[in-house]
């Protein structure tokens, strides 16, 4: 039950504040991802890297931002640009290519951010 | 990009009782397909996958099937049991490319 960490599992926010959410994963896996998960609305995709130093917005990317400095780390950053931030957010990773196990997601616990 | 659907939202069964979920994708490209299920609580998990080449997957007693035509996929359980009570997403896209989730449907096996 490990390979990849969420942290905080919850997080409570004022209002206007930026939050930063982190994922680490030590799968050696290329691929990270960054899903909002909601009742009713299933997984949407926030962002998403493919290779270090590089990432890609996905369906609902506004009020959020992403780096992805090394291949271990992917944290996402709840900005107060973002409307309705209090949700379920899941991080997961997959390797690519050939590899064994491509495809195959890996999902964190998940970091339940609540806005006051 | 894809855009993906899902039925029912919910779906209680009776144990020992067969549960079908299904599935609908619009990007004719999408050639694989995913069901991942999650627990209460838990993280989702991969329970079974498809690929476009294949029409229909058995492991034990689950089983996908896929008409690439008609552009949809189903989930099929059989001999349900209280276990299998979760919530069920499936998924579509290209391989080595990002999957498009489904919305989910919570399934409640009743003992």
């Known amino acids: 039950d490990g390979g990849i960490t969420q942290s905080p599992k919850y997080l409570f926010r004022k209002e206007g504040q930026n939050v930063t959410l982190s994922c680490e994963q030590n799968?050696?896996?290329?691929?990270m991802y960054w899903y909002r998960q909601d009742p009713g609305q299933g997984l949407r995709l926030i962002y998403y890297?493919?290779?270090?130093?590089?990432?890609q917005k996905g369906d609902i990317a506004e009020g959020y931002s992403v780096s992805r400095e090394k291949k271990e780390s992917f944290p996402l950053t709840v900005t107060s640009a973002q409307k309705n931030p209090t949700a379920f957010y899941l991080c997961?990773?997959?390797?690519?290519?050939?590899?064994?196990?491509?495809?195959?997601?890996?999902f964190g616990a998940g970091s339940r951010l609540t806005v006051l | 990009g894809e855009n993906v659907e899902q039925h029912p939202s919910t779906l209680s069964v009776q144990e020992g009782d067969s549960a079908v979920i299904k599935c609908t994708y619009s990007?004719?490209?999408?050639?694989?397909f995913p069901w991942y299920k999650q627990e209460l609580g838990k993280r989702p998990q991969l329970i079974i996958d498809?690929?476009?080449?294949?029409g229909e997957k058995k492991d034990q007693r689950i089983a996908v099937t896929l008409n690439k035509t008609a552009k949809h996929f189903s989930l099929h359980i059989t001999e349900t049991q209280p276990e299998d009570s979760a919530v069920y997403f499936c998924?579509?896209?290209?391989?080595?490319?990002?999957?498009?989730f489904g919305t989910g449907t919570s399934l409640t096996v009743i003992p």
């Open positions: 990007d004719s490209a999408s050639n694989y």
């Open positions: 799968l050696n896996h290329d691929a």
């Open positions: 498809i690929r476009s080449n294949v």
């Open positions: 998924a579509a896209g290209r391989l080595g490319n990002q999957f498009y």
């Open positions: 997961a990773s997959r390797p690519l290519g050939g590899r064994s196990g491509a495809n195959v997601l890996t």
């Open positions: 890297s493919q290779i270090v130093n590089d990432f």
